[in-house]
């Protein structure tokens, strides 16, 4: 080992990729010292930092590489990378890969890199580095500057703080963690990794407070940190106050600083989709796949932004190839249906959702045979739905689902037969109290109590509210108390948003409380006050998170005297859930064809308004509800 860590550093001159995605495995450690075993993620961590903002290489982090663990079964963190994330890096497409060892020797620690072609297998690069004993910080640190003579220097110069950060990071224990990152903190308080750690942490258990304090501690030493990772800091500050303008222009500030980082492309991606800035969206995913062409999650993104951006030749080609990446895989069969129906290809749609369903019946829960259900009943053949919505109750029945019976009055609602789907979620709603299973009832319950609201009656709606409320469990509180809320008296507007305040006061339950507000104002058709609401909801919600806001909003835009606005916001057709209907669905199916009548009528097409409307009527079915829009559409 001696002789070979002190042989100079050769290079082999073969093609480099125009970007390198590179993967720095975890180093062996060839010492008798497991105390050193550490130093082995050390090394692998400083050099993958220290190229983090080189123009033309991507140095896949730790995160990243470790994403597919489950997928190709978990080996310990603590394995030799050569033997253990190798298959990681390629799965996660590293086109170089970096492994190494290093031992000690007359009190210094001597490493060795080896930069290996996985496509060809050969070592284009060897390189060495040394350093005074237990200063891995600096032997690390030659090596990438090796690499690349745009390396920057590492986040700390403390080894206690490294230790500390790297023995957390590769503990399985999420306390050992936090008290390791909090130790690492204590040593180099301007160490900016353990901080953003923690951080999420808090965040994924729903301490948001927490998340925020700690990120104001890191923001405290931001004088300590290098512009990327101040830039990370003000990005997560930000989204953790909803600060949607600061936290674009620290997006902005991360892709100039590190633009080989296909997270950040994707980031602002999702952070375009967001603000339904769907070409910008479009540019910032294609800038993503530039870097990590194969990655289908992003592929799969860029199919739903290039259809919202009006591109269904682009979404179509994009969703293929994913198909084409992945021949076994359903999801981009079922995301090709959603596409197609985004654009009114309903046929199209419901052919690919049962292709989907074919592949494999028990995708999403077989909700594929759902959406073609629901695909077919856009079309008005009610029939023709009936009999794709029974392979959805049959799929359930067959696992077993409690649900099924639930999901059958769902559809007889959502199929203009409103008293057979009143009685059927009641007697599920009773059922499920006497078996009892008190979430199943509560959301049962909750259902109804939104339901009798839409049909005006708030007294009966007020009953199944409580009864929702009282069997409520963490699962099905959120619903219990949105029907709670909607089932008060009448009130003018600013009554109403003081019962949300009150009802749901804590800063974590905005938008709880906003959906809350904008429904009860609906309810009463108190529209100009929704439309306040209801706005900047749209415009920091993608269409692929809730793609009801674009109609409710439209309704308001066509009450208020906006037209025009309702129109582009009507144009294409709400995604089918695959897990059935959506509680709150009422509200804008089937509107949204008395919507699409309205703006026909208004643009002077007699004919487009007459179809809009029959079909309407065809789906609300023998109840009508408290907006009256049914008798309006036979006018």
């Known amino acids: 080992m001696a002789a070979s860590l002190a042989a100079l550093s050769c290079s082999r001159q073969t093609p480099a990729p125009q970007l390198q995605r590179i ?32 123009p033309g290489v991507y140095a896949i982090p730790f995160e990243r590489l470790h994403g597919p663990d489950q997928s190709f079964g978990s080996r310990p963190l603590s394995a030799p990378g050569i033997s253990a994330e190798r298959t990681l890096a390629l799965a996660v497409g590293a086109n170089r890969l970096g492994y190494g060892e290093y031992a000690l020797r007359a009190g210094r620690i001597e490493a060795r890199l080896t930069i290996e072609d996985p496509q060809t297998g050969e070592t ?31 986040l700390t110069h403390s080894t206690a703080a490294l230790r500390e950060y790297i023995t957390g990071l590769e503990s399985a224990e999420p306390q050992e963690r936090a008290a390791r990152f909090e130790a690492a903190i204590a040593d180099d308080g301007g160490f900016a990794p353990p901080y953003l750690l923690l951080a999420q942490a808090l965040v994924q258990r729903a301490d948001r407070p927490g998340a925020a304090a700690l990120l104001d501690r890191a923001l405290a030493q931001r004088a300590a940190m290098p512009e990327l990772e101040r830039a990370r800091f003000a990005r997560e500050a930000a989204a953790l106050r909803g600060d949607n303008a600061v936290a674009e222009q620290a997006l902005a500030e991360l892709a100039r600083l590190a633009p080989s980082d296909p997270f950040v492309w994707r980031a602002m991606g999702q952070s375009s989709m967001n603000r339904h800035a769907y070409p910008q969206a479009v540019s910032a995913l294609q800038k993503a796949l530039a870097i990590e062409p194969d990655d289908v999650a992003v592929l799969n993104q860029l199919g739903y932004a290039a259809a919202y951006a009006g591109d269904l030749d682009n979404a179509t080609k994009t969703l293929q190839r994913y198909a084409a990446l992945r021949p076994a895989e359903v999801n981009p069969v079922d995301s090709l249906g959603d596409v197609n129906l985004l654009f009114g290809r309903l046929r199209e749609a419901e052919d690919l959702y049962l292709q989907a369903a074919k592949k494999n019946a028990t995708f999403l829960n077989g909700g594929d045979f759902f959406k073609a259900a629901m695909a077919r009943l856009m079309t008005g053949d009610v029939n023709g739905a009936d009999g794709l919505a029974r392979q959805f109750f049959d799929a359930r029945a067959a696992a077993k689902d409690p649900l099924a019976d639930f999901h059958k009055a769902e559809w007889a609602w959502m199929s203009g ?74 009130a003018p507007a600013a009554e109403w948003a003081n019962r949300a305040a009150q009802m749901f006061p804590q800063p974590q339950q905005k938008p709880l409380r906003d959906l809350a507000l904008a429904y009860a104002l609906l309810a009463e058709k108190q529209f100009q006050a ?37 129109a582009s916001l009507l144009r294409f057709n709400p995604l089918p859930p695959a897990s059935g209907v959506k509680p709150f669905g009422v509200f804008y199916f089937p509107r949204l064809f008395y919507l699409r009548g309205r703006v026909a009528a208004l643009a002077g097409n007699e004919e487009q308004a007459r179809a809009q409307y029959r079909l309407f009527k065809q789906l609300s079915g023998d109840l009508p509800l408290v907006w009256a829009e049914e008798a309006a559409a036979a006018r």
């Open 124 to 154: 284009p690069q060897m390189l060495t580095a040394s350093a005074a004993a237990g200063n891995v910080i600096d032997a690390a640190g030659e090596l990438a500057r090796q690499l690349s003579g745009r390396a920057v220097p590492y």
């Open 530 to 566: 929704a439309a306040a609401v209801l706005q900047p909801m749209y415009e920091a919600t993608a269409p692929t998170v809730d793609d009801s806001l674009p109609f409710l909003l439209a309704w308001t835009g066509l009450e208020t005297g906006k037209p025009k606005e309702a």
């Open 417 to 490: 037969r409103r008293k057979e789907a009143l009685d059927g979620m009641l007697s599920f709603a009773r059922s499920a109290e006497a078996r009892p299973v008190p979430e199943l009832a509560s959301q049962a319950y909750g259902q109804l109590a939104i339901w009798e609201v839409a049909l005006g009656d708030r007294m009966a709606a007020a009953q199944m509210a409580q009864k929702a409320a009282l069997l409520a469990t963490p699962g099905s509180a959120a619903l219990a108390a949105i029907a709670r809320f909607l089932t008060q008296p009448p």
């Open 23 to 54: 993967a720095i495995l975890r180093f062996e450690n060839l010492s008798s010292d497991p105390s050193l075993d550490w130093a082995g993620r050390a090394f692998s961590e400083i050099i993958t930092r220290e190229l983090a903002s080189t």
